[in-house]
Nanobody, 123 residues
Framework: VQLQASGGGLVQAGGSLRLSCAASGRAVSSINMAWFRQAPGKEREFVAAIRWIVWDTYYADSVKGRFIIFRDNAKNTVYLQMNSLKPEDTAIYYC?????????????????WGQGTLVTVSS
């Protein structure tokens, strides 16, 4: 599975961004997908995930109610809609994929990673 993340950029606090993760090699509807982020000097952390079946979604407490993860099967792409952005959301965002039985909510779980896209939120 190859993952290509895009959509990062500079946005003011309170603004919105949509990140995209285009997959190739496997259908996003057949694997678990997630977004992680890593801020300077910090460890990589889980942000959101969507399971391959029944569209179960999971969110970190820090983004719950502000971020939405969803997928477009026709485009084989997973998205992260980020609203009400805060300066503390500034980080490199990575998309990741795991097998249907794999762990997707910890950085040690996913088997495949995209290259990351930088999100900067100014105050």
């Amino acid at each position: 599975v190859q993952l290509q993340a895009s959509g990062g950029g500079l946005v003011q606090a309170g603004g919105s961004l949509r990140l995209s993760c285009a997959a190739s090699g496997r259908a996003v509807s057949s694997i678990n997908m997630a977004w992680f982020r890593q801020a300077p000097g910090k460890e990589r952390e889980f942000v959101a995930a969507i399971r391959w079946i029944v569209w179960d979604t999971y969110y970190a407490d820090s983004v719950k109610g502000r971020f939405i993860i969803f997928r477009d099967n026709a485009k084989n792409t997973v998205y992260l809609q980020m609203n009400s952005l805060k300066p503390e959301d500034t980080a490199i965002y990575y998309c990741a994929a795991a097998s249907q039985t794999g762990t997707i909510r910890t950085p040690a779980g996913p088997e495949y990673w995209g290259q990351g896209t930088l999100v900067t939120v100014s105050s």
